[in-house]
């Protein structure tokens, strides 16, 4: 979160909990009555995580997730650097000042990194799409997300940060080639799936450093 008083991020905690609230799955307002926890109860269970908050105090974007979202995670691609383990979440743009919130997509959607603007009349964040992430701007006034174009055969940096610009001008991230993650996969094939795997004390880095 950037800059915001005391006062404000405690009425914001009690506002969006509030808000949460009615995301939890009725199966665990049952507990109360008794009914015995069971695995579904666990996987129904809500995250809610803060976001980003507007450098006004005024708009907080969030997210509220299920465990169960997470289902479908391939575990042998564990340590591969081109793999993104599934995570859909609902985004949620709320207003601090009337506590009245909006889903950004009408759907859950896998995406990570989001930032308001100096102004917060636009909302940066990617988005993954089939296996990468893109950029995208969603313009508060209008409602419309637009896609960030990169140069030709670059693309977003799994584990990248977005950040504005103090005047709000430009939008900073991290990129790498498409030849990049071609040769990572590769490698990380090479180290998994061979019957013999070789290595030396001559190479400069062990396989996952490397």
């Given at each position: 979160?950037?800059?915001?008083?005391?006062?404000?991020?405690?009425?914001?905690?009690?506002?969006?909990?509030?808000?949460?609230?009615?995301?939890?799955?009725?199966?665990?307002?049952?507990?109360?009555?008794?009914?015995?926890?069971?695995?579904?109860?666990?996987?129904?269970?809500?995250?809610?995580?803060?976001?980003d908050l507007s450098?006004?105090?005024?708009?907080?974007?969030?997210?509220t997730g299920l465990?169960?979202?997470?289902?479908?995670?391939?575990?042998?691609?564990?340590?591969?650097?081109?793999?993104?383990?599934?995570?859909?979440?609902?985004?949620?743009?709320?207003?601090?000042?009337?506590?009245?919130?909006?889903?950004?997509?009408?759907?859950?959607?896998?995406?990570?990194?989001?930032?308001?603007?100096?102004?917060?009349?636009?909302?940066?964040?990617?988005?993954?799409?089939?296996?990468?992430?893109?950029?995208?701007?969603?313009?508060?006034?209008?409602?419309?997300?637009?896609?960030?174009?990169?140069?030709?055969?670059?693309?977003?940096a799994d584990n990248?940060?977005?950040?504005?610009?103090?005047?709000?001008?430009?939008?900073?991230?991290?990129?790498?080639?498409?030849?990049?993650?071609?040769?990572?996969?590769?490698?990380?094939?090479?180290?998994?799936?061979?019957?013999?795997?070789?290595?030396?004390?001559?190479?400069?880095?062990?396989?996952?450093?490397?």
């Amino acid at each position: 979160m950037r800059s915001s008083t005391k006062l404000s991020r405690i009425i914001l905690v009690i506002i969006v909990t509030a808000a949460a609230l009615s995301y939890l799955p009725p199966r665990l307002s049952a507990q109360a009555q008794g009914t015995a926890f069971s695995v579904d109860d666990l996987l129904d269970v809500v995250n809610l995580s803060f976001a980003d908050l507007s450098d006004d105090g005024r708009w907080l974007v969030a997210t509220t997730g299920l465990f169960r979202d997470r289902i479908g995670i391939d575990n042998h691609r564990f340590g591969d650097p081109t793999y993104i383990a599934p995570n859909s979440v609902d985004v949620l743009i709320i207003d601090t000042q009337t506590a009245k919130s909006q889903k950004l997509f009408p759907e859950k959607r896998h995406v990570r990194g989001l930032q308001w603007s100096p102004d917060a009349s636009r909302l940066a964040l990617l988005m993954l799409n089939k296996d990468v992430f893109e950029p995208m701007i969603w313009e508060r006034a209008s409602g419309k997300l637009q896609k960030v174009n990169l140069p030709a055969g670059k693309l977003v940096a799994d584990n990248s940060d977005l950040q504005w610009s103090n005047d709000g001008k430009q939008l900073l991230l991290a990129l790498r080639t498409e030849e990049w993650r071609k040769k990572t996969a590769e490698r990380f094939r090479y180290e998994t799936a061979g019957p013999v795997v070789v290595h030396s004390s001559n190479e400069p880095f062990i396989a996952w450093d490397d």
